[in-house]
């Protein structure tokens, strides 16, 4: 496992001022930060939702850069700006519900995102599910898949499953209800501690293949 940097006070603080001067730094939302985290979210509405649970039940600390509305490109921004600050073994990914319906483009912006997250971290990507009225995602999930497929490194989190399968209610048609998101982020804990070996040992939630692949619910 690699080290992780230790960031004196004042670099750290520095960071986060070059961080709020940088114009477009308003997509950023990086809270909860030890430089020390383990774990690093960044993603959209379905991130923020995770917050009051996903610490504990991995028992390891979490940062966290998620907003609502949030695209795949504003999360690349927002990723770039929070490796500057934390230095974590794992990434999880909850992005895509609001790109547009082009598998091309989103394969593009996947890559771009595993490039930034660099080659020798884990990464954890939740698939989509999404109302009708925000357009196709069939093909999103798709790219998803292959990509995963590609990568000993890329887990995914069968979320569209959950969905499916009446495991989780949306009120909405999109966010689940408290329950629900405490639900997505049992899934997203164990697929952690499964694929990434970070955070409590033990799993029944989820589970995936050594080689990358999707964590579905049981």
């Known amino acids: 496992m690699p080290q992780l940097r230790r960031l004196i006070p004042t670099t750290f603080a520095a960071v986060l001022a070059c961080v ?16 020390q985290s383990s774990v690093l979210v960044v ?34 921004f927002a990723l770039r700006a929070a490796l500057k600050v934390v230095q974590p073994t794992t990434v999880v990914v909850s ?4 790109d547009g319906s082009s598998p091309v483009r989103f394969k593009d912006r996947i890559n771009r995102m595993l490039s930034a997250i660099g080659s020798k ?10 109302p009708a009225r925000k357009g196709p995602y069939a093909a999103l999930n798709s790219v998803l898949n292959a990509e995963a497929s590609k ?3 890329f887990h995914l989190v069968d979320w569209l499953s959950a969905v499916n399968s009446r495991a989780v209610s ?6 689940p209800n408290t329950k629900g998101f405490e639900y997505r982020s049992q899934l997203i804990a164990d697929a952690v501690k499964d694929d990434c070996g ?15 692949g999707v964590a579905s619910p049981a």
Do not use: F, M
């Open 95 to 98: 992005l895509g519900t609001n």
């Open 170 to 175: 949306l009120p909405d048609g999109l966010h």
């Open 43 to 76: 993603g959209d509405s379905l991130a923020v939702g995770l917050r009051p649970y996903l610490q504990q039940q991995l028992g390891t600390d979490v940062a966290w850069d998620a907003k609502s509305g949030r695209t795949t490109p504003q999360g690349l």
């Open 20 to 35: 709020a001067l940088t114009p477009v730094a308003a997509d950023a939302q990086l809270v909860a930060v030890n430089p």
């Open 151 to 153: 990568l000993s490194r």
């Open 198 to 212: 970070v955070g409590s040992i033990g799993s029944e939630t989820a589970q995936s293949d050594a080689t990358g």
């Open 121 to 130: 971290r884990c990464v954890v990507w939740t698939n989509i599910y999404r």
